[in-house]
Nanobody, 122 residues
Framework: QVQLVESGGGLLQPGGSLRLSCRAS????????MRWYRQAPGKQRELVAF????????GYVDAVKGRSTISRDNAKRTVYLQMTSLKSEDTGVYYC???????????????WGQGTQVTVSS
């Protein structure tokens, strides 16, 4: 089927930066909008950023706007999230999400990665 694998999390210092990657693989015909979500301890999962298929449109939650950049490399089937000026509030599990049309179906389905832990602490 389709797999999304995130990487790039870890323990980071306040004020530091991170770069997350999420690579899609499997029976993929086309990948549409890709998103990053995060879930802080005891909180609901929230949308952090999205990017459309061509990369022409992006959006960010207010909490990360101005210090985050989402980008994608369609040839590599990979989406990235760069964040600077990290805060303790950025701590959480970051999940990649993609709307994918597979090689064996005309429908578009949502797929999720397993998540990568980001901890911002001194």
């Amino acid at each position: 089927q389709v797999q999304l694998v995130e990487s790039g999390g870890g323990l980071l210092q306040p004020g530091g930066s991170l770069r997350l990657s999420c690579r899609a693989s499997g029976s993929i015909f086309s990948i549409y909008t890709m998103r990053w979500y995060r879930q802080a301890p005891g909180k609901q999962r929230e949308l952090v950023a999205f990017i459309t298929s061509s990369g022409g449109n992006t959006g960010y939650v207010d909490a990360v706007k101005g210090r985050s950049t989402i980008s994608r490399d369609n040839a590599k089937r990979t989406v990235y999230l760069q964040m600077t000026s990290l805060k303790s509030e950025d701590t959480g599990v970051y999940y990649c999400n993609a709307a994918v049309e597979t090689s064996f179906s005309d429908s578009i389905q949502q797929y999720w990665g397993q998540g990568t832990q980001v901890t911002v602490s001194s």
